[in-house]
């Protein structure tokens, strides 16, 4: 991946203009998950910063763009690491990246060692990221997990009629937001979480926790994704549940619905929540899926960019946006970009991106239910969205920072409203 991803930029330097040609490159770092649950989401990742890179002609500011990928497991440990190998050994100018949640925490705390480079967020979405002692060199232009959740426990609870839920999710920081988001607005409707599961990230059995899921509930909410999500997805089927199903964020991506295999069927009629909606009408997102099926084989992508790769797209375009507002010039500790970067919002194939005081993102939500796509596959067909959720999810800071901070036990839904 690292190989053809050099190879196409290196073939595309022979076609800059001459002025550019004569420019010292700006060496961007990208920092992605290529092992691990999220691999797949990830070499989608790498595919959108290329198309980025190949729509601004291999140029950004009037300088040649160079990419160095730095392959990570969604290790914190391993995605330091490979962070200190891409700025103290390869000498790129910033990184974009990481892609899970527990990574974004790790870049925060590492990004404070590194005060004269700046780190734009993939697409990881742990709370914690920019809510906690935020780092002033780290941007993301993605809405956390929590905010992705915005708007879907409404609408089960109103247009489902789905009142009671048990709920399985990740065992770490992402699993713990995204379901906060959903929890927060799904009590505050006046639902009820009967019983909550956690399961470790990179888990192959889910037996037991499908056995003990109540019988007495409306639906399931499952916070998982990637591989984790095909395995329950298996196993969930081979058990001979049925029960109505509630998806988290990263549960019926593109990852997951193009998967082999006919157990993600169950996935039929879920509803989820999340930055996108395959079938968004705007021409911004419609010219953007067209631009990204011409510019890869159809063996070689998902049918339309996966939430991953949309991540690592518009955080290249806020890069490349930024560098030629200010001519390449990342001189003075790289105050110039970062000042470009926290300025107006960003028109992106979501809409517009507009960053908070913690260089945190606000933007829509997009409601969506799995449906079958009459071609013997699946797809996601968008059935509403909400606009401007901001990081406290429309609470004051106080009392968004009152509930605590997501884990296993928070939200408490009966503060919120509802029970359990």
């Known amino acids: 991946m690292k190989k053809a991803m050099i190879a196409s930029v290196s073939a595309m330097a022979l076609l800059l203009p001459a002025g550019a040609m004569a420019q010292e490159a700006i060496k961007i770092g990208v920092l992605v998950a290529l092992e691990g649950a999220f691999a797949a989401g990830g070499a989608d990742g790498v595919r959108n910063v290329e198309l980025a890179v190949k729509q601004a002609g291999g140029v950004a500011g009037g300088r040649p763009i160079e990419i160095v990928v730095a392959p990570t497991d969604t290790t914190p440990d391993t995605t330091v690491r490979q962070a200190r190998k891409l700025i103290e050994q390869d000498g790129v100018d910033f990184i ?60 089960v609870v109103n247009e489902k009629g789905w009142k009671r839920v048990a709920t399985v999710a990740a065992d770490y920081s992402f699993g713990y937001t995204n379901f906060l988001g959903f929890a927060v607005d799904f009590c505050r409707a006046g639902g009820e979480i009967v019983d909550r599961f956690w399961v470790p990230l990179g888990s192959s059995d889910f037996g037991g926790v499908i056995a003990a899921l109540p019988d007495d509930v409306d639906a399931i909410y499952l916070g998982v994704g990637g591989t984790d999500a095909i395995n329950f997805l298996n196993q969930y089927a081979q058990a001979g549940a049925e029960t109505n199903l509630i998806g988290g964020t990263i549960m019926a991506d593109q990852t997951v619905l193009t998967s082999k295999g006919r157990a993600k069927d169950a996935l039929v009629g879920t509803p989820t929540s999340g930055a996108l909606a395959e079938d968004n009408p705007d021409p911004a997102w419609q010219a953007y899926v067209a631009a990204y099926q011409e510019a890869f084989p159809e063996s070689e992508r998902f049918p339309s960019p996966s939430l991953f790769g949309v991540g690592y797209y518009i955080a290249a375009l806020a890069a490349i946006d930024a560098l030629n507002e200010i001519d390449g010039d990342l001189s003075d500790g790289q105050a110039k970009f970062r000042a470009a970067l926290a300025d107006d919002p960003l028109d992106t194939p979501l809409g517009p991106v507009s960053l908070n005081e913690n260089r945190q993102a606000t933007g829509t939500v997009f409601i969506n239910e799995v449906q079958d796509n009459g071609e013997g596959g699946l797809k996601n067909v968008m059935v509403g969205k909400v606009e401007n959720v901001n990081q406290t999810l429309g609470m004051t800071p106080d009392e968004f920072r009152a509930m605590g901070l997501p884990s296993r036990e928070t939200p408490d839904c009966a503060a919120l409203g509802g029970k359990g």
């Open 96 to 155: 974009l990246g990481p892609l899970s949640g527990s990574e974004g925490i790790a870049m925060r705390d590492y990004a404070k060692t590194i005060p004269n480079h700046t780190v734009i967020n993939g697409i990881s979405g742990a709370l914690e990221t920019t809510w906690v002692d935020p780092a002033e060199n780290f941007f993301r232009f993605n809405l956390d997990g929590a905010q992705w959740g915005a708007g879907l426990g409404t609408y």
